[in-house]
């Protein structure tokens, strides 16, 4: 099963734990601010990302949104 994320910048403090948590390295800190000033998470976007949720869970400030491609799309 692969997933992936989509980040609501501007909701995005910048905290960094959904970057720690992610098991599989998935998410990094943009060198570009949003338009309160924080630096906001960014999804690398690579094939690796479990859809596990852990970075929706621990952000709190709810700015993830997971997507699961799991079984309604044929296996690559
Ligand atoms: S869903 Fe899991 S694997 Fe994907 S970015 Fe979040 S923590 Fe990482
Ligand atoms: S946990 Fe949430 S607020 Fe913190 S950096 Fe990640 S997306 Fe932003």
Redesign the pocket.
Known sequence: MT???IIDIEKCKGCGL?VM????G??VISEKSNKKGYFPAK?KGSD?????????IICPEAA?R?CKNSENKAKK
């Open positions: 997933g992936k994320i959904c948590v992610c098991p599989k998935q998410i999804f690796n990302c479990s859809g596990c949720a852990m970075c929706a993830i997971v």
